[in-house]
């Protein structure tokens, strides 16, 4: 009799693991997104693609950032994360070479990591980027170059010199000018701004006092535009030298509409987190990412995978909008 009984509690309580598993499955995962800083626009975007993404699968899915743009702290938030022994950590890192050990740290304990604007990280599942970064530098100078009538000086700034999404955007334009505009030509080395606006605008009155023929500054991070811009203002430089680079049109638009900037270009960052949580929340699942596949946002219907000089695999969506003073009015974020 107890035999029976025992066996009667062994397949009762397999059966309420199964069915407990099987419920849950699909949602009981946690998923954190961890910003490169809390508080700018831009992010603040992302959290809502993070947020939608939540409410519409029922996954505990959120996003935090620290108070500066500093990669120790990102770091100290990511060991907090495994400490807490959450699924999948997604970053946008300030240093993805800074994360190295913390991602390993976080894969040996058996929890998913991965980037979004960091083509050449290491110890991830998948790096997300919107596009191919190369191209999006290219087409930056492109239409910059357009504006410049294809010649003069111009400068390039990026958050941080070991940001590798802006640096392949500023490589990406300094070889596409170099290939096509040979009469342009790049006044200094890249500016590190520090995801800064007060940087942003104190460089470019040194750059438009150091250089007086400059005609052109081109920006990485969402706060260079508006520091370009005020810079621009300031003395007095509308309608001869313009802002361009990435930035939101919230943002950029009073300096759009008076011509202080002249273009942006940029990707919805609440996209980018919906994705980049959705190729979490898949694996975590069993799933497979294939190449083809419609990861549920415009510009990411028909991604391609790469595998980085690592061995790493990035996922290239085709998701970068241009905005100028004539189509600024139709962009609410």
Sequence with gaps: MKKIILGILVVALSLFTFSSFTLADDTDFEIVMVVKLEGVAWFDNMRLGIEEFAKETGVNAYQVGADTADPASQVALIEDLIAKGVDAILVVPNDPVALEPVFKKANDAGILTLTHEASNQKQVSFDIEAFDNNAYGRHMMDVMA????????????????????????????VAQQKDKYPNMKMVAER???????????????????????????????????????????????????????????????????????????????????????????????????????????????????????????????????????????????
């Design 146 to 173: 357009e504006d410049m009538n294809y010649e003069g000086e111009y400068a390039t700034f990026v958050g941080h010199l070991t940001s590798t999404t802006h640096n392949e955007w500023v490589d990406g334009a």
């Design 191 to 333: 500016v590190e701004d520090r995801e800064n606006q007060q940087i942003d605008y104190e460089k470019a009155l040194e750059l438009l006092k150091t250089y007086p023929n400059l005609k052109g500054i081109m920006g990485t991070a969402m706060c260079g535009v508006p520091g370009f811009s005020l810079a621009i203002e300031e003395k007095g430089l509308v309608g001869k030298v313009g802002a361009y680079g990435t930035c939101l049109p919230s943002v950029a638009y009073d300096y759009l509409k008076n011509g202080s900037a002249k273009s942006i270009h940029f990707w919805i960052p609440a996209d980018a987190g919906y994705v980049t949580a959705k190729v979490a929340w898949e694996l975590l699942k069993g799933n497979e990412i294939k190449e083809g596949m419609d990861l549920g946002k415009p510009g990411y219907e028909n991604i391609t995978i790469k595998v980085n000089e690592h061995g790493f695999p990035v996922i290239y969506g085709n998701a970068w909008k241009d905005v100028t003073v004539e189509n600024i009015d139709e962009y609410d974020l």
